[in-house]
């Protein structure tokens, strides 16, 4: 299994909010603090390959970085965009590298609106990686 530890490290060192581990993402969303960052273990695709010595197993982790922002009302005019500036650093701390556990660098695969609530804003990023087991 993927150890989350490293991306822990690597995420709170660029500085900001602190990035904590949520067991879920309806758990990445009761965050207290805004902006809230957590990181959440997503699901594993697992590929068998036979071998003559027993087995191979190709498992692609997904990691879910969830970031969550304070929704407030802007003047007409105001181009802050504090979604933006919170996940740039991460992302580019985040692609191409290699932690010390996986066989391929994590590779950004997708962001999107996770939910979108009366008091706050949460959008995911999902990266990506493999490992052989």
């Given at each position: 299994m993927l150890s989350l530890t490293p991306w822990l490290e690597r995420l709170n060192a660029l500085g900001g909010p602190v990035v904590q581990l949520a067991a879920d993402v309806d758990a990445a969303q009761s965050a207290k603090q805004w902006p809230s960052r957590m990181l959440v273990l997503g699901r594993d695709t697992v590929t068998h390959h036979d071998?003559?010595?027993?087995?191979d197993h190709l498992v692609k982790?997904?990691?879910l970085l969830v970031t969550g922002i304070k929704r407030i009302n802007l003047p007409l005019g105001n181009t802050d965009d504090?979604?933006?500036?919170l996940r740039k650093?991460?992302?580019d701390s985040?692609?191409?590298w290699?932690?010390?556990d996986c066989d391929s660098a994590i590779k950004w695969q997708r962001g999107q609106i996770l939910a979108l609530k009366s008091h706050a804003l949460f959008w995911v990023d999902v990266f990506t990686t493999e490992y052989r087991w």
């Open positions: 071998m003559s010595n027993g087995a982790p997904e990691v504090e979604l933006t500036l650093p991460m992302l985040l692609i191409n290699l932690p010390d």
